[in-house]
């Protein structure tokens, strides 16, 4: 199924892990960067958890454009939009607090938006890979990567089978284009497809991050990476605004 779309204008750090040196795409927040180093090129990693997993989103899409020596990638970013989540605002507000103008920023992020399960696969399957040739780009977004597979217009097999094989996919893409590929995971635990579209999404990321919510504020968790132990940090509820997510 053609839906038309294609990827349009909205408007580092050097670490060695397991003994080779990667372009790593750091987040810029004093309190994880020491224990978390960041993304490494090659890598499919999930961010989940409402609503901060999509802030991330957000930071990693302007950080890129930051010069190697300052965490970036020196890149576009590429940001696929699964959920209509991207936000004009919250992107600029970050840029200023990177210090960077928001307009150039904007102009640098590629977004291209889908609003069924078929358009999402077909961005992925037959545009991505020609983007990132394109623009250059190490840094691929796709926000609330199983949201359009929880539409019950989608047949739940078909689904199931297609989501698979985007994620595999996806990992694929990762490591051959060396480039950072991230997805956006929004639980939703009350429908009964989210259950298997998570086992698999989790399964296939090389890196699993969590955001975790409670009264007293909300904690990052890692959960699943090739080279460092799970650890958790807490982050208490007045810690949570703009300033927390730029290093200063």
């Keep these: 199924m053609s839906c ?3 990827f349009s204008y909205p408007l580092s750090v050097v670490t060695v892990l397991s003994g080779k040196s990667k372009r790593v795409l750091a987040l810029g927040i004093p ?5 978390f180093p960041g993304f490494q090129s090659g890598e499919f990693a999930v961010l989940a958890g409402r609503p901060l997993c999509t802030v991330l989103s957000f930071l990693l899409s302007v950080r890129c454009q930051l010069p190697f020596r300052k965490g970036g990638l020196n890149s576009r970013a590429v940001y696929v939009d699964g959920g209509n989540t991207f936000d004009l ?3 600029s507000a970050i840029a200023q607090e990177c210090g960077l103008e928001p307009r150039s920023v904007l102009e640098k992020i590629l977004i291209s938006r889908a609003f069924t399960a078929y358009q999402l696969t077909e961005l992925v399957f037959e545009k991505l890979e020609e983007a990132l040739k394109r623009y250059r780009s190490k840094l691929v977004v796709v926000s609330d990567i199983t949201g359009l597979f929880l539409d019950r217009d989608v047949p739940k097999i078909e689904g199931r089978d297609v989501f698979m094989k985007m994620t595999q996919y996806l990992l694929d893409l990762a490591s051959r284009r060396r480039a950072v590929v991230v997805a956006s995971y929004v639980p939703r635990p009350y429908l009964s497809r989210n259950f298997f579209l998570e086992s698999v999404l989790l399964s296939r990321a090389n890196t699993v991050v969590k955001f975790k919510g409670s009264k007293a504020g909300f904690k990052f968790a890692l959960e699943d990476h090739p ?3 799970p650890f958790t940090v807490d982050f208490p509820s007045n810690a949570v605004t703009m300033d927390m997510f730029v290093e200063a």
């Excluded at 309190?31 to 224990?35: F, T």
């Design 31 to 35: 309190k994880l960067d020491e224990a």
């Design 89 to 91: 605002y919250a992107v």
């Design 4 to 6: 038309g779309c294609a």
């Design 227 to 229: 080279d460092i132990k």
